[in-house]
């Protein structure tokens, strides 16, 4: 694997806080000293904010989808009634 | 009914369907009680659907309660801060109103570019951080001969997507304001 490739896993580990602890403490120690390899993890951590969000959307699209099949469709006719009565009331 | 072994094994679909099926008319009910109408019932269930599907996934969550009486304290809570919101919301329509979403302008325009410039990653990515795919199930999905040039995959985009955030960062200068 190349050596950037071996940086951002370095990174992962840092942020995600998982793999050998003492690895963790030397990239800790890295990230005191070297100003360009702290930016390189700040922008990791906003890449991975980021993903969730993008995660999140997907998943809130994809649920408005299945509702709307659900209150569409006639496979799931008795659903609709139900739902439908509650808001006679 | 939704603890986590199942929402492994099932799709995600068939696991909201479900969700639908047996806790929706729940929250309907409770939704209408409380003065709501069916649109203001389906907008608070799908994101309860989302922060209970978030709690199961991200973390090694069973709720103590049954499930549908832990979605239905989610879904709850949902609508007391729906309502707070429609109140401020109401009390001010006459004044112009900045958007007050959770996501920062400039985060929703890096996330729309990203969108745009590089779905494919963005979607394998998710996949294995938002949805915790295994890298046996990354390779599935994506067309991956191993599990191993799926793991490099994901962090080719890894790095991708952070290098895309630096640089359009420093287009949006006030990003970090």
Request: aromatic share 18%.
């Given at each position: 694997m190349k050596t950037s490739l071996n940086e951002t896993i370095e990174i992962e580990n840092l942020l995600l806080q998982q793999g050998d602890t003492s690895d963790r403490l030397v990239t800790e120690a890295k990230v005191l000293s070297n100003s360009e390899f702290k930016e390189k993890v700040q922008w990791q951590s906003l890449a991975y904010d980021l993903v969730n969000l993008y995660g999140r959307d997907k998943l809130l699209k994809e649920i408005k989808v299945i509702e709307n099949r659900l209150f569409s469709t006639s496979k799931y006719q008795s659903f609709q009634n139900q739902i439908y009565s509650i808001f006679k009331k | 009914m939704l603890v986590i072994e199942e929402l492994k094994a099932d799709t995600r679909e068939a696991v909201i369907i479900k969700c639908y099926e047996e806790v929706f008319p729940l929250a309907a009910s409770h939704i209408q009680r409380m003065g709501g109408s069916l649109e203001e019932a389906k907008e608070v269930f799908q994101v309860a659907i989302v922060f209970y599907y978030e709690k199961l996934v991200h973390g090694d969550f069973q709720p103590e309660v049954g499930d549908v009486a832990y979605l239905m304290g989610i879904v709850k809570k949902q609508w007391l801060k729906y309502r707070e919101k429609s109140k401020v919301h109401q009390n001010l329509e006459n004044i112009e109103i900045i958007?007050?979403?959770?996501?920062k302008p400039l985060t929703k325009k890096l996330l729309h570019y990203l969108k745009l410039s590089g779905k494919r990653c963005m979607d394998l990515l998710q996949s294995f951080?938002?949805?915790?795919?295994?890298m046996r199930q990354m390779a599935d999905q994506y067309g991956y001969t191993s599990e191993r040039s799926a793991t490099v995959q994901k962090y080719k985009c890894l790095e991708k997507v952070r290098d895309e955030i630096k640089l359009k960062s420093i287009q949006y200068e006030d990003f970090f304001e």
């Open positions: - | 958007d007050v979403s959770d996501e951080y938002y949805e915790k795919l295994t």
